[in-house]
């Protein structure tokens, strides 16, 4: 996708508030851009969303994914006296919430700047309170964002306040709006879900309520913390696994082969192969409960917004990986039907190899005499 049309969007979507739980800004973004381009939006009973785009026959269909909400503050009370209590939902150690932070309140009596006042004294790693001085009332309910610039581009970055997983939600986005405007022959489906920051809530709901197709190969699309063997500017990351696991070895080959062929036939496009564990995905979560789930992940500045010297900044994103990761995404969702073809492959390669190399092997095979007594698994020994 062109770069003026991608920061476009993305100066649209990455406006937008987002916490864990309040994900409807977002939401109503998503499902107009979708009908807008005449594709079929469905909403699980969640909240999750999916988007289907179909062209053509005979595509193994894909799945992508993507989370809507980003770390942020609840109010869990009504303010009394200019004050507000507010509960933290997502992943940030209690140093970075410095008293007199402003925090950006989203509520029915609009948007204010409000300060972190206290924190009470409880466990952080239990429950992280933070209590908020506003100017006006909130209610039990609103929520609450960094004050920190929505977005902003400059030739490198996009910056903002929630790339994570906003900009996966973006290339989501984009590789929707290519499939659509060149008319690619593919089957894609988009889940768009909600409360990964507090534990891949949406995830789990979109498998209980069956909005993810069960057989297809899935694909999440997440920010992911830059690390010094993944760094960005790179190109997109395919993903092997997180911090809590590695996923479908079929899928990360898959789209292995995709990004290979894809180096091949355009010079300029660049990408890695890593195990990106500075943090969980939901692709652990698809991948244990039987899904065929591997990742994409691009590299994130500023992980949730912890920037250095314990300070609160923008995340932020390679202008270039985004770019290259929807001209990836859009060739895996061209080439699904490769999807078994890759593994199959591999094995056909072994197996030629050992065929090769068979006679070699035997007939230097040193005489060992077997002994009843050593005949058997070798784990069974001693
Ligand atoms: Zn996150």
Partial sequence: MRRTQLL???????????????????????????L????????????????????????????FMAHMDHPGFEVIEDSEGGFAMTRFLGNVPREYFRIGARVRVIGGEGEQVARIWSLPDVDWSREKLVRLRLRKPAR?????MWDLPAVKCNHSFIRSRACDDLAGCLALLALLEELARNRVS??????????????????????KSRLVPPTAPLVSIETSKELPHAPMGAGPIIRVGDRATTFDAR????????AA???????RFRYQRRLMDGGACESAVLYHNGFRAGAVCIALGNYHNQAAGGRIREEYVDIGDLQQTVQFLVEVARRSNDFERVPR??????????????????????????????????????
């Fill in 8 to 34: 476009s969007l993305a100066r649209q979507l990455l406006d937008l508030p987002t916490a864990p739980y309040h994900e409807e800004a977002v939401a109503r973004f998503i499902r107009e851009f979708a």
């Fill in 251 to 258: 899928v990360t080959m898959f789209l292995e082969d995709v």
């Fill in 345 to 382: 492959l591999l094995k056909q390669r072994l197996d030629l190899i050992f065929e090769r190399g068979r006679r070699q092997l035997l007939s230097t095979a040193p005489a060992v005499r077997v002994h009843a007594s050593a005949v058997g698994p070798v784990w069974a020994a001693g």
């Fill in 36 to 63: 807008a381009r005449g594709l079929p939006v469905r909403a699980d009973k969640f909240g999750n969303l999916l988007v289907r785009y179909r062209r053509g026959r005979g595509h193994r269909p894909v799945v």
């Fill in 140 to 144: 039990r309910g609103d929520y609450a």
């Fill in 186 to 207: 593919a089957h894609v489906s988009v889940v768009f879900t909600r409360a990964e920051e507090v534990g891949f809530l949406g995830a789990m709901g979109a498998i």
């Fill in 261 to 267: 062929r894809l180096a091949k036939a355009d010079r």
